[in-house]
C-alpha cells in the first residue's frame, strides 16, 4: 500500500462556501478512500472511488480520480460548521490503508 | 449494528509499564488493524490482523505486539512505555472480500494513551 499526501495542510473557509481538497499518490491503485476525523475521535469513512471511476457523488461530497496524474480530489459543497474536521486519503485497494498529514478544514461561521 | 469499540478510552501510565489495549470489531469483519495517532507523525499503521493471524506490520519497534482472538476481538500491547508512546490508539476493523479490494475501514473512537 501506499501513503497519500493531502494538500493543503490547512484551509479555512466561510460557512457556506466550497471546500476543495487534493490528494496525490505515487504508484497505481484498484481505490481511493477519503476520510474525515472530528478532533481526538476515529476516522469515519466518507467515500470510495474505484480506479475505473472519475467521479462519484455522495450528499454534498463529489470526488474525483484522475489515475493518468494519481491525484484525486474532495469537493464539500455548501460547507456547515459541522465539516469543521481533518480530511484524509488513502489510495491503495487492499486491506492495508495508510493515511497522510491529512488536510485540516476550519469552516467559519 | 454496533460498531468499533475501543477499550478503555483513556489511560495513564507511568514510563516503563506496560500497557493492554483492547478492540471489538464490527460482527462479521474479520480483519482488525491498529494505528497510532500523534501531532508529529501524523496516523501511522501498527498491524493489522486476520482470522488470529498478523498479515501486515508496521515500522514500529518490538515493544508494540498485537493479538486477535477467534472471536476477532483483538488487543495491542506496548511494553516498557516511553514518553513518545503518548497518543491516540485507533483501532479500525474490516469486512474482505473474496478479491480483497475496496475495503472500507470502520474506526473505534480510539484510546488515548498519556506516559507521565
Known amino acids: 500500500s501506499q501513503q497519500g499526501e493531502e494538500d493543503p495542510q490547512a484551509l479555512s473557509i466561510q460557512e457556506g462556501e466550497n471546500a476543495t481538497m487534493n490528494c496525490s499518490y505515487k504508484?497505481?491503485?484498484?481505490?481511493l478512500q477519503w476520510y474525515r476525523q472530528n478532533s481526538g475521535r476515529g476516522l469515519v469513512h466518507l467515500i470510495l472511488?474505484?480506479?475505473?471511476?472519475r467521479e462519484k457523488h455522495s450528499g454534498r461530497l463529489r470526488v474525483t480520480l484522475d489515475t493518468s496524474k494519481k491525484s484525486s480530489s474532495l469537493l464539500i459543497t455548501a460547507s456547515r460548521a459541522a465539516d469543521t474536521a481533518s480530511y484524509f486519503c488513502?489510495?491503495?485497494?487492499?486491506?492495508?490503508?495508510?493515511f497522510g498529514t491529512g488536510t485540516r478544514l476550519t469552516i467559519i461561521p | 449494528k454496533a460498531g468499533v469499540t475501543q477499550t478503555p478510552r483513556y489511560l495513564i501510565k507511568t514510563r516503563g509499564q506496560q500497557v493492554t489495549l483492547s478492540c471489538s470489531p464490527i460482527?462479521?469483519?474479520?480483519?482488525v488493524s491498529w494505528y497510532q495517532q500523534t501531532p508529529g507523525q501524523g496516523l501511522q499503521f501498527l498491524f493489522e490482523?486476520?482470522?488470529?493471524?498478523?498479515?501486515n506490520k508496521g515500522n514500529f519497534p518490538g515493544r508494540f505486539s498485537g493479538r486477535q482472538f477467534s472471536n476477532s476481538r483483538s488487543e495491542m500491547n506496548v511494553s516498557t512505555l516511553e514518553l513518545g508512546d503518548s497518543a491516540l490508539y485507533l483501532c479500525?476493523?474490516?469486512?474482505?472480500?473474496?478479491?480483497?479490494?475496496?475495503?472500507?475501514?470502520?474506526f473505534g473512537q480510539g484510546t488515548r494513551l498519556t506516559v507521565v
Open positions: 479500525a476493523s474490516s469486512y474482505i472480500p473474496r478479491d480483497r479490494a475496496n475495503t472500507e475501514a470502520f
Open positions: 488513502a489510495p491503495g485497494g487492499n486491506e492495508k490503508l495508510t
Open positions: 490482523y486476520f482470522s488470529e493471524t498478523q498479515r
Open positions: 460482527s462479521g469483519h474479520r480483519s
Open positions: 472511488i474505484r480506479s475505473n471511476e
Open positions: 504508484t497505481s491503485i484498484n481505490n
